[in-house]
């Protein structure tokens, strides 16, 4: 039985200023979710949660997400070992998108490429727009080959 529990959106101010949950997911069923380093604040991934993915995270305090390549409800490093564990969970203003603040197990790394962050690269911008994009963590956290093996990559193109 679930304990979490959606309200549902009456006013824009119950929506915004309430206390109420009563999240807002796109017409695919989803929202975005971004998660960051609960010590370091450094931004690890955008992910994507139906209400299950949402549901489960809140519950269990271990985050869980939807694959929008694959389909499915994924519990982040049920494969790698590599679990997000909630610190704290909040939903922005109009409770369309969810920000959660994680610690990682093992070696802290969140990118399914075995890069710490997913966003190990900066894209150049201004006088640099146009230039190569580049690589602002020196050496992969973990192999993935060693790591994932065979198991299917959850950001399958």
Not at 3 to 18: A, D, H, L, M
Not at 122 to 150: H, I, R
């Amino acid at each position: 039985m679930n304990k979490v529990k959606f309200g549902s959106r009456e006013t824009v101010e119950q929506i915004e200023e309430g206390y109420e949950l009563a999240p807002k997911f796109g017409s695919d069923g989803l929202m975005p979710c971004i998660t960051s380093d609960a010590r370091s604040g450094e931004v690890l991934m955008l992910g994507w949660m139906n209400a299950e993915a949402l549901r489960r995270t809140l519950e269990s305090g271990e985050a869980h997400y939807f694959s929008r390549a694959r389909q499915v409800l994924w519990h982040k490093g049920a494969t790698s070992g590599l679990v997000q564990n909630v610190v704290e969970a909040r939903i922005d203003d109009d409770q369309d998108a969810i920000w959660l603040r994680v610690e990682v197990s093992g070696s802290g790394a969140s990118c399914h490429v075995g890069y710490r962050s997913c966003f190990y690269r900066a894209v150049p911008v201004g006088q640099e727009a146009g230039q190569s994009l580049k690589y602002l963590e020196d050496a992969k956290t973990f192999d993935p080959d060693e790591v994932y093996g065979d198991a299917p990559n959850p950001t399958q193109l």
